[in-house]
């Protein structure tokens, strides 16, 4: 029996997307008695734009936990009303600690300041705990899996950190690595994340139930920023070394994938590679047209587009995309025009 059940541990649980839910699924697994879900909203989705629940909501459901969805935690903001009712039902669910993941709204300081106080009788809060997708202090900020893999890093991993009212500033509980393979993409990236995540809060709470749970600061070096991905990044500047441009192309799968204009069609590419030497060709002109890729010029080399998506098409690997789309070697991918007129070449 896992330590958390032991000690009937109270957790109020603040998820939204599925990384999320993973956690919300192994602490139930765990035994810890859940006394509140906090999730984002019901928001349109699919095709018909009905409003869906979110993962967590729909696991909660599903397991008859409670569930709030405030749209806002500010007592002073915009949703003061939702804010209220949220604060009524975390003072009343008297939970030992909030466990955070990837909720989508910031906890403001009275959050903090209620899952610190102790309880009536006396006994300490664990305060809130945030599932955080890097190796703390690398990668704060919104999007650590993308940027990772963006920036070519050979590691990430999940830090459980004590939240305070920095932006992922708080003291680090417990660190795992992992190791970012050649080919992940932040699809693939994120399951394993997701999983190594839903096993560290497990961990992290068996250990602070058993006072053995030491908080680290964050040190001073190596700080770096994961500013939220944003759709223009992924139009693709063939001007950029081929290593790099392949490396967006992995982190903006599945959102927002890379972009480039082909013969008057933006194409969505969700898979590349490093290719040969493209000599003095100017970048983005197509070299080569064979069943392994079509070879576009960049810097230092060429990219090999491997998996391509025409408007309103599938994903088809190059092979298929080639029977219904005709292209040429020396063909160019066109400038993508950017926000204020400039131009991706």
Known sequence: MSPVADHALKVIF???PEFARLALERLHAAGADIVLVLSQPDRPAGRGMKLQASSVKQFALDQGLSVAQPQGLRL?????????????AILAADAD????????LILPQWVLDAMQAPHADGRARLGCLNIHGSLLPRWRGAAPIHRAIEAGDSHTGVTIMQM?????TGDMLLQQALAIAPDDSTASLHDKVAELGASLIVNALDLAVQQALPAVKQPAEGVSYAHKIE????????????QVICRRVRAFNPFPGATAVLHGETIKIWRAAPGPDGGDAAAGTVMAVTPAGIAVAASGGTVLLQELQR?????????????????????????????GGAAAL
């Open 14 to 16: 603040a998820g939204t």
């Open 76 to 88: 002073d903001g915009k949703y003061a009303a939702d804010a209220a009712a949220a604060r009524e």
């Open 97 to 104: 600690v909030m466990v955070v993941a990837a909720y989508g």
């Open 164 to 168: 305070d009212a920095g932006l992922d």
């Open 231 to 242: 759709k223009h990044e992924a139009a693709i500047d063939w001007r950029l070394d081929a």
């Open 311 to 339: 408007p309103g098409g599938k994903r088809l690997a190059v092979e298929d995309f080639l029977r219904g789309f005709a292209v040429q070697p020396g063909m160019q991918c066109e400038p993508i025009a950017q926000p």
